[in-house]
């Protein structure tokens, strides 16, 4: 029987991608699934895909914990904050753009993490998975809101993890580079020069999260290569910042 047999999971943003690619692989293990997705249309979708494990809870993610609670009887087993903003611009982009996205980003985990942790705590157990992204742990050129916020939301998980884990609360950070996904297609040309050369399917994200949840590994990396990229700009900055802008004067020179 899978350790995941009707364990209670919340997935946000499901309503395609990543999100999707979770609910579909968490009950196929046998867990009951909210699919949370802004687009009702898009989250029933996936929950009629799946079938009777599954529910369509849509709405704002930062708002649907309460909701997505009842929808599973009562308790949360498994949260998976995958919903995400993949801004663009720079330092000059609007406000209402990095506004939008630290509350999507960031802040709709902190607010899901601050409703959920009194229960686990108290039953001594709690899993919670933050979809970063890699540029949580490096940076994406041309996307300042989405690289700072997603720093943040590594952060974040980081916090959550050091502070209780001995207490039964798991959690795990995924930062894939690209994925096939509607997000990248968005990135543009700078999604086509950095991320369309390596990327693999929202499955195969989903398959490195269930290998790492077995392995009590706290980073998920779908792409291993980051490990290397991550060690390079700890242990010489200066080397990967010129990397960096090699790759960023080549985007604006096309």
Same mark, same amino acid.
Not at 13 to 20: K, L
Not at 216 to 237: K, S
Not at 239 to 247: F, K
């Given at each position: 029987?899978?350790?995941?047999?009707?364990?209670?999971?919340?997935?946000?943003?499901?309503?395609?991608?990543?999100?999707?690619?979770?609910?579909?692989?968490?009950?196929?293990?046998?867990?009951?699934?909210?699919?949370?997705?802004?687009?009702?249309?898009?989250?029933?979708?996936?929950?009629?895909?799946?079938?009777?494990?599954? &529910?369509?809870?849509?709405?704002?993610?930062?708002?649907?914990?309460?909701?997505?609670?009842?929808?599973?009887?009562?308790?949360?087993?498994?949260?998976?904050?995958?919903?995400?903003?993949?801004?663009?611009?720079?330092?000059?982009?609007?406000?209402?753009?990095?506004?939008?996205?630290?509350?999507?980003?960031?802040?709709?985990?902190?607010?899901?993490?601050?409703?959920?942790?009194?229960?686990?705590?108290?039953?001594?157990?709690?899993?919670?998975?933050?979809?970063?992204?890699?540029?949580?742990?490096?940076?994406?050129?041309?996307?300042?809101?989405?690289?700072?916020?997603?720093?943040?939301?590594?952060?974040?998980?980081? =916090?959550?993890?050091?502070?209780?884990?001995?207490?039964?609360?798991? &959690?795990?950070?995924?930062?894939?580079?690209?994925?096939?996904?509607?997000?990248?297609?968005?990135?543009?040309?700078?999604?086509?020069?950095?991320?369309?050369?390596?990327?693999?399917?929202?499955?195969?994200?989903?398959?490195?999260?269930?290998?790492?949840?077995?392995?009590?590994?706290?980073?998920?990396?779908?792409?291993?290569?980051?490990?290397?990229?991550?060690? &390079?700009?700890?242990?010489?900055?200066?080397?990967?910042?010129?990397?960096?802008?090699?790759?960023?004067?080549? =985007?604006?020179?096309?």
């Amino acid at each position: 029987m899978s350790a995941y047999q009707d364990q209670r999971v919340v997935v946000t943003g499901a309503g395609g991608g990543i999100g999707a690619a979770l609910a579909h692989r968490f009950a196929a293990e046998g867990a009951r699934v909210v699919v949370n997705d802004l687009d009702p249309a898009r989250a029933a979708a996936v929950a009629g895909a799946i079938g009777s494990r599954a &529910v369509a809870v849509p709405g704002d993610a930062s708002r649907i914990v309460a909701e997505a609670r009842e929808a599973l009887g009562g308790s949360v087993d498994v949260y998976c904050a995958n919903a995400g903003l993949g801004s663009g611009g720079g330092a000059d982009a609007e406000e209402e753009v990095w506004e939008a996205a630290w509350d999507v980003n960031v802040m709709a985990h902190v607010r899901a993490a601050r409703l959920l942790l009194p229960d686990w705590l108290e039953r001594g157990s709690g899993r919670f998975v933050s979809t970063v992204s890699a540029a949580g742990l490096l940076t994406m050129i041309g996307a300042a809101p989405y690289s700072v916020t997603k720093h943040g939301a590594l952060a974040f998980a980081e =916090w959550l993890s050091l502070t209780y884990r001995h207490r039964g609360v798991q &959690v795990h950070a995924i930062c894939p580079q690209g994925v096939r996904t509607d997000m990248l297609t968005a990135a543009g040309t700078a999604g086509e020069l950095v991320l369309a050369p390596t990327a693999i399917e929202p499955e195969a994200v989903a398959d490195a999260l269930f290998d790492g949840m077995e392995k009590g590994r706290f980073l998920i990396l779908p792409h291993p290569e980051v490990a290397g990229y991550y060690a &390079v700009r700890a242990t010489d900055p200066d080397r990967w910042l010129t990397g960096m802008n090699h790759l960023q004067r080549t =985007w604006e020179t096309g």
